[in-house]
């Protein structure tokens, strides 16, 4: 068909469109909804809710991106189930670790730079520091129920726990924009005009929450492989190591 062609072809369906128009008919649009799970029909409190509710039901989940907590920025990339998680999580310019939970038992392992910082613990590091951190390189330090760092490190292990302190917004909400997150088409709903936070809704099957943006600057975070399994263990005896000390977590 020529340039030409085309053009008068347009002209025609134009034409047409708007003498039905003129009569009370009119041409189809597209549904942006069509093929859809329809949560993009609801109001934006009600795709909030049935986000949450998909998200309680999940039995696991994947977690990547930022968290800004206290003036501290962490880095995570975790997998979670009902057992525990596992995964990798750092602080901006600071440390970087490794954390397994299985049930109640919490491993953690880092490179001998982390326990160095470990071992310093505010005075300068010594050769009998660095060389205690090398026996620690890479291995398992299961952490008792009992230390500081217990609390604060296995809340990065469960679901229920970072789920809930993730999917939160603030002030008025409203629905946003159309989009795609991870190749799934999405609708947002926002809190105060985003200032409260950006939470982007799989529009195709389950209504999972896919994407999260905090407000006032806390981080972005993904969310990812619902329901879909992953093994979770407790690593081989010869692989756990005893620190003795108690752990500080996340320092810089």
């Given at each position: 068909m020529t340039a030409r062609a085309r053009t008068c072809r347009a002209a025609l369906v134009a034409a047409v469109c708007a003498g039905l128009a003129a009569t009370g008919s009119a041409c189809a649009t597209e549904d942006p909804d069509e093929g859809t799970n329809g949560v993009g029909k609801l109001s934006a409190a009600k795709i909030e809710r049935s986000a949450k509710k998909a998200a309680g039901a999940a039995e696991a989940v994947r977690l990547s991106g930022s968290i800004i907590s206290q003036g501290r920025t962490y880095r995570l990339d975790m997998r979670l189930n009902d057992s525990g998680g596992v995964g990798e999580v750092s602080t901006k310019g600071g440390s970087r670790f490794e954390l397994l939970r299985v049930d109640e038992d919490l491993f953690l392992k880092a490179d001998a730079e982390f326990w160095v910082q470990q071992e310093k613990?505010?005075?300068?590091?010594?050769e009998g520091d660095r060389e205690a951190a090398r026996k620690l390189d890479g291995k398992y330090?299961?952490?008792?129920?009992?230390?500081?760092?217990?609390?604060?490190?296995?809340?990065?292990?469960?679901?229920n726990v970072m789920l809930d302190g993730l999917l939160v917004l603030d002030g008025a909400r409203a629905t946003g924009e159309r989009g795609?997150?991870?190749?799934?088409?999405?609708?947002?709903?926002?809190?105060?005009?985003?200032?409260?936070?950006?939470?982007?809704?799989?529009?195709?099957?389950?209504?999972?929450?896919?994407?999260?943006?905090?407000?006032?600057?806390?981080?972005?975070?993904e969310m990812a492989d619902w329901d879909k399994e992953f093994p979770l263990r407790a690593p081989d005896k010869n692989q756990v190591v005893d620190y003795g000390r108690q752990i500080t977590a996340g320092g810089d």
């Open positions: 613990d505010g005075k300068d590091s010594t330090v299961k952490v008792p129920p009992g230390d500081p760092a217990y609390k604060q490190l296995s809340g990065f292990t469960d679901i795609e997150v991870g190749g799934v088409r999405t609708v947002r709903v926002t809190g105060a005009d985003g200032e409260g936070g950006k939470l982007d809704v799989a529009l195709i099957g389950t209504p999972y929450p896919l994407r999260l943006e905090r407000g006032g600057g806390g981080g972005v975070v």
